[in-house]
């Protein structure tokens, strides 16, 4: 019983400064020392409970001084209320029906116009009503169902639609996949639920600067680039910019220029590889980042959006942590640093961050990410925009040197560092 009341004091300190209920009944209270007290117990605040004493004086007591009866008592009466006070709050909004396409699975090729066509992913977690954000996805080989199927977590857990052109690939003319596209999102916003605005570009390599162009050329709200650079003719200004990198990419320099060109409403994110498709998790960290951004703006106007997001973002870190805490943590604090949950909700995201920062690799984890960003900003940018084969430079291995004596040990992060620091291929 003795450990049973430890683990509860625990979460109750983590989950809450306080927790209100309704009052215990006015009753006699023993302490461990056989001193009695008639009183009700209207609150438990961390370690103490809050006594109302039948004189109408009251005063705060730590739990621990009663007997075990009595706190298992005042446990029971409050842990109806703490389990929900724990519970993540959504909105009401219903899942969404009559949608023309089936949702949780890649469908299509669908045909557009001018010969143009996309698969698309209509997500589960859609809501009757309410558009939609929509990611579209440009590969340098051309649409396939198995890249949709990547980031399928990532639509679900955001809510968002995807869709990738099936034409747009390196060997055609840049202009005609611009059109191609254009003609594949004039479809998509005619016939889906999507917030037109709330456009995002992703894209791979060629596809990454397809993804640039697309978001410089349409209006939009930002992009999640992978191994890609700015093309000639486009400035992608004034939106938000996930770039990601590997780091042995021989267009590691090209996507910090980018991230540098584009300044505060971007982001480098870097992964331990070279070229080729960004790793599942860091394009789905993406998403979730654009999504904060995005709601952190405008969340007066999306209310029941963002109580969904919270939701859903809750349940994603809570199954995150046990198997990768770092990025669980990171995910925590993104959403409270740059983003205003409601009051219930950031109670419970605030009780995860406490919790795993904790550990000291949960934290450098986070850190080592604004470091890494400005690496990519002091140091790879300066290298110019084009692709680099086979090069490394002592400035970029003394750089990463100084960060290495933090953050060796870190998961991804030291390797990443590592990578960074070798020859691009």
């Known amino acids: 019983m003795l450990l049973r009341s430890k683990t509860y004091l625990l979460s109750l300190l983590l989950l809450s400064t306080q927790i209100n209920a309704a009052p215990t009944e006015q009753r006699l209270w023993t302490a461990s020392n056989g001193k009695t007290v008639n009183a009700s117990i209207t609150a438990i605040e961390g370690d103490k409970v809050v006594m109302k004493k039948d004189d109408g004086k009251t005063v705060k007591v730590p ?4 007997i075990q009866e009595d706190q298992d008592f005042i446990h029971k009466h ?41 698969l698309l992913y209509l997500p ?55 059109k191609k596209c254009q003609s594949c999102l004039e479809h998509i916003y005619e016939t889906l639920p999507v917030e037109k605005e709330r456009t995002y570009f992703m894209g791979n390599s060629g596809g990454g600067a397809m993804a640039f162009a697309n978001s410089a050329e349409n209006k939009c709200t930002g992009a999640m680039p992978n191994v890609g650079y700015i093309p000639d003719g486009h400035d992608p200004k004034g939106k938000d910019y996930f770039i990601i990198g590997g780091g042995k990419d021989y267009n590691r320099y090209t996507s910090a220029h980018a991230n540098k060109k584009l300044g505060k409403k971007a982001i480098h994110r870097m992964h331990p590889g070279g070229h080729g498709v960004s790793p599942k998790w860091l394009m789905i960290d993406g998403m979730i980042w654009l999504q904060t951004r995005y709601l952190a703006r405008e969340q007066k106007d999306h209310m029941d959006e963002a109580a969904d997001f919270e939701v859903s ?24 640093s740059e983003y205003e949950p409601t009051s219930k909700n950031k109670a419970a995201i605030e009780s995860i961050s406490d919790e795993l920062g904790k550990e000291k690799t949960n934290v450098l984890y986070y850190e080592a990410l604004q470091d890494i960003n400005d690496l990519s900003e002091d140091v790879l940018s300066g290298f110019g925009s084009g692709s680099k084969m086979k090069h490394s430079d002592p400035k970029v291995i003394k750089a990463v040197d100084k960060l290495l004596k933090k953050y060796t040990g870190v998961p991804i992060i030291e390797d990443t560092l590592k990578a960074i620091a070798d020859k691009t291929v």
Request: hydrophobic share 35%.
């Open 313 to 336: 973002m809750l349940n994603w870190i809570n199954e995150l942590k046990a198997k990768e805490p770092y990025r669980a943590y990171a995910t925590a604090k993104l959403l409270l």
């Open 124 to 178: 589960k977690s859609l809501k009757q009503g309410r558009k939609a954000p929509l990611m579209f996805y440009t590969h340098s080989g051309g649409g396939n169902k198995n890249l949709l199927n990547t980031i399928s977590e990532g639509a679900e857990t955001c809510g968002w639609i995807l869709a990738i052109s099936v034409e747009s690939k390196n060997k055609n003319d840049f202009q005609d996949n611009l």
């Open 63 to 66: 739990i621990t001084i009663f």
């Open 78 to 118: 409050f842990e109806a209320e703490i389990a929900e006070a724990s519970k993540p709050s959504g909105s009401d909004s219903q899942p969404a029906t009559d949608l023309p396409h089936p949702q949780g699975e890649v469908v299509g090729p669908i045909e557009a116009s001018n010969g143009a066509h996309y």
